[in-house]
Structures are given as C-alpha cells and as structure tokens.
C-alpha cells in the first residue's frame, strides 16, 4: 500500500491542497498524525476535508483543545485564542468529529501513528534521545509521529535514534524507524514550504517532501478573521 502520511495541517487550506496536488497519483490511502485544527483560518475546509478523505488518524493537542477547550491553561496566549476562535467557528458536526477522533497510536498494517509520542500525545519528541527512549514503547518496526512540526526519519538501533539526511529511505528489515512527516500547515524546521511523507510499506520506502504554496493567501485569511498576527507572520518564517 502506498500511504501519503499528513501531520499538523492546522486549518491551512492552500498548504493542503498544494501537498495534495504536489503527491497527486503517488498513493492509495491518507493517514494523519493530528492537530488538523488552530492556528489557521479554515477549520470547517480542512475538516470537512478530513471526514470523507482520511482513512486513518489519530488526535492532536490542538483537536482536542479546540474541541473541549479544556486545559487552556498549559496553552500560550496565542494558542489559546486560536482555539477559542476555532472552537466558535467551526460547525456543530466538525465540532462532533474532531470530539470523537482517537487517541493515538494506532495501527495500520504494520505501521504505528500517533501525535506526540507513542506513550503520551502532548509529548514532543525533539531530540534523538529522546525519539531513542520512546521507540522502546513501539509495538512495530515502523512508526509516524508529528506535534514538533520538524520533519525527519530517525533509524533507531539499540535504544540510539540517528537522524537520516537524505529524503529518500530504503527501510531495512530489522531496523526500526520513527518518522516525522512535518507540518503540512505551520512547518517550525525554518523551511516555509508544506511538509509530508510518503511510504510504500510493500517496497519499504520512505520519501520526505516539500511544496511552496500561496502563503500570503493564507495570511490574508488569518489577519480577516481576526487572529493573532503573529500567526500569519510565522508561515513566511516557517517557525
Ligand atoms: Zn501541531
């Protein structure tokens, strides 16, 4: 199966498409690693997106925030009131969605996905310490991670995770990889350009991808709605 792995859309709309349009004809099947909302201008698109297109995901911080907006207190200022915007602008069957997503990870054939880490969905797994310490909770040889907004493929051997600099990997049968596909919507790795992965799970092949979209289009929106200007001023910088 052909898998194009998404994380971190954050209501970014151009970014989606641009990604979409960019991996046209090169996957059979959508997974998601979470926080498809806050931050961006277009939660009800992106989730309306989600619902009919996605076959597998798990929740992000940022879902489960907008959702409930519990625990806002452990959210930055900004976050905050992204997701009290979000929270009052989606619609009461998104707001249903994203209540019911699951908690990651989850299994598909034998890949692993979750959000943080595979212990704890707020965890950031920054560095290869610490990627290293969590693939010790993996179940399978193959896993999908977001939240940092830092794209990488990390090779784990002996509870050491290196990262790998190419973008393009041949997955060797007795290793272990966790896979950060980057931020589709808010990329953080000061590279502006939407971020995803693909896999080939019957090949065993892994390619890491970037795609410029209309930036500036989705800064208008963000400054219209009314959001944090430091949100639109993020996505020129990508961090
Ligand atoms: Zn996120």
Known sequence: ????????????????NA???HAKGSYDEILNCGDIVGYGP??????????????????????????TLEHLEWFNPVAAQSARWTHANLTPQNLEYLVALPTGPIIVEELELSHGSPEDEDEYLVYPDEIGAAAAHLGHRVAFFGHTHVQGCYIIHRGMAKRLMMDTVDLEP?????INPGSVGQPRDRNPRAAYA??????????????????????AKIIQAGLPEVLAQRLTLGR
């Not at 998404?6 to 709309?13: E, R």
């Not at 007795?174 to 966790?178: Q, V």
């Not at 693909?198 to 800064?219: C, G, H, K, N, W």
Request: proline content about 3%; some cysteine; glycine content about 2%.
């Open 1 to 16: 199966m052909r898998y194009l792995i998404l994380s971190d859309i954050h209501a970014n709309w151009e970014a989606l």
């Open 19 to 21: 990604v979409l349009d």
């Open 42 to 67: 277009d939660p009800n698109l992106v989730v309306d997106w989600c619902r009919t297109q996605t076959s597998k995901i798990v929740r992000g911080n940022h879902d489960k925030a907008c959702a």
């Open 174 to 178: 007795d290793c272990t990889y966790m």
């Open 198 to 219: 693909l896999y080939d799970s019957s090949r065993r092949f892994v390619e890491m991808r970037r795609v410029e979209y209309a930036i500036p289009a989705t800064q």
